[in-house]
């Protein structure tokens, strides 16, 4: 599809008239019109502003020109994964794995391969084929070029590690000590908790990224153990393969 016909259906879909568009980023209604007949198109500027507004990539409004992948760990992008930045507008360098609210969640690079590795092992590479194809692919993305300058200087890590702490000083009974905490999407592990009076209830939010893990508990009784965290609390769960028969352990804040 071409930007003129992208921007008209992104605005019907949203309900919005050319003169309702015009106000919320801050043009005429005659400067919308221009772009829906291809007259003209929006400035780089005016491209933020509707991006913003329509939760889509500038990459998407021109039509998809451009094939992103996450400069950080190679996975191919999609506006649903794309990260964020710390003002909420999309990154379209990064996914949201890699990339969360502003901050890098990787800084070693053999980190991010044993995470990405069961991934690649279920998509039918053998485990040495895989880590050998990361170990040549990553230090050409721009994310691991720049590292130096884009590291926050071990911040998110010591935050990582005080959360670990955190979590293991719980003593949550079957559960096995906590080593490694991963970046982790609201939308793929945001279970469905059930409530004494019958009600079910979840607490994450689905575009948020937050980290967590799976463990396996220590009774050999079937289920595991997940967890989650970021800066507000802390949850502890348990559920069968899946994610069946989730059941709320622990939800501290912090």
Known sequence: METKDILRELREKHGLTQEQLAERVMVTRQAVSRW???????????LKLLSKEFDVSINTLLG??????CQCCGMPLQDEIIGRNQDGTLNEDY????????????SDMDDLIRVCLPNMVREGFSEEQARTYMKEMLPNLDYWKRHEELSDNGRFDAFKKQLIKEINELHVDGMPEVKALNALVGKYVNLEYPLPNGAKVKFLDDGTTYLGNQLESETGEGFCFGVLANMDFILVCTY????ENPKLILYKKR
């Open 95 to 106: 996914c949201k794995w890699c990339y969360a609210d502003g901050t890098y969640t990787y």
């Open 240 to 243: 069968e393969k899946d994610g």
């Open 64 to 69: 998809s020109p451009r094939k992103l992948i």
């Open 36 to 46: 829906e007949t291809g007259e003209t198109q929006p400035n780089t500027e005016t």
